[in-house]
Nanobody, 117 residues
Framework: QVQLVESGGGLVQPGGSLRLSCAAS??????????WGWYRQAPGKQRELVAA???????NYADSVKGRFTISRDNAKKTVYLQMNSLKPEDTAVYYC?????????WGQGTQVTVSS
């Protein structure tokens, strides 16, 4: 089993920045073997993929966050990050970390991000 714990959410003004962290623990030797994604879910909306990094390092982003968000990983810390800059009110959501490989699929509990003045 793999456990994922997100942190770093909070209240930020429009134009501000936050860095989310997803710390992995349990039966995971290297985060490089997994495909990682950050998802978000706003009230009344479906969960959507925001950013992803494949095991090989390829990244992709939702059009709505391109140029503003960056996903990265640190295997030594077994942590995946989401740097969020130039935040907008429409970025307000609960952000979830996901790790997947073959039949394995793990989710964190989520962290709230609120962008408001």
């Amino acid at each position: 089993q793999v456990q994922l714990v997100e942190s770093g959410g909070g209240l930020v003004q429009p134009g501000g920045s936050l860095r989310l962290s997803c710390a992995a623990s349990g039966s995971i030797f290297s985060i490089y073997v997994m495909d990682w994604g950050w998802y978000r879910q706003a009230p009344g909306k479906q969960r959507e993929l925001v950013a992803a990094i494949a095991s090989g390092g390829t990244t992709n982003y939702a059009d709505s966050v391109k140029g503003r968000f960056t996903i990265s990983r640190d295997n030594a810390k077994k942590t995946v990050y989401l740097q969020m800059n130039s935040l907008k009110p429409e970025d307000t959501a609960v952000y979830y970390c996901n790790a997947a490989k073959a039949t394995m699929n793990y989710w964190g509990q989520g962290t709230q991000v609120t962008v408001s003045s």
